[in-house]
């Protein structure tokens, strides 16, 4: 099995995310790190470049911030369209990096044990995650 190096921490609220150059298309962030974060419904190739902004619409205290990151994994659903895609963080400012670090700390949750099937996200309910 492999060892992740950083916890997956996963939303509590639905957190908006979405590529500068096609902001009318928003995603949703599934899980993130302090180095990469887990998104659907936004279209990548492995290894793209991206300039990804996040939003959290319904908290105030997360301002929003953006980052370079490279699409390091993508699974595309044909018949319903949907995409899920991993990114790694290239580049990032220290005020998107304080943001990012404040909505991890307020607005995510971590597992004690990933590889525990009764501690895995998928089946702890979160109505905004589709996959």
């Not at 995603?27 to 790190?33: N, Q």
């Not at 659907?40 to 492995?46: L, T």
């Not at 005020?95 to 004690?112: D, I, P, V, Y």
């Amino acid at each position: 099995m492999k060892i992740r190096q950083l916890p997956r921490h996963f939303t509590v609220v639905p957190v908006t995310i979405y590529d500068v150059s096609n902001p009318e298309v928003k995603g949703l962030v599934r899980d993130i790190t302090r180095k990469g974060v887990g998104v659907e419904r936004i279209a990548a190739s492995v290894y793209e470049m991206k300039t990804l902004v996040i939003s959290v619409d319904e908290y105030d205290g997360v301002a929003p911030f953006g980052f370079q990151a490279e699409c390091r994994w993508v699974r595309h659903d044909p018949g319903s369209g949907l995409y899920i895609a991993g990114f790694e963080i290239t580049k990032i400012s220290d005020r998107s990096q304080h943001e990012l670090l404040k909505l991890m700390r307020e607005l995510t949750f971590t597992l004690a044990d990933e590889g525990d099937p009764s501690q895995r996200a998928d089946i702890i309910p979160r109505p905004w995650v589709t996959g």
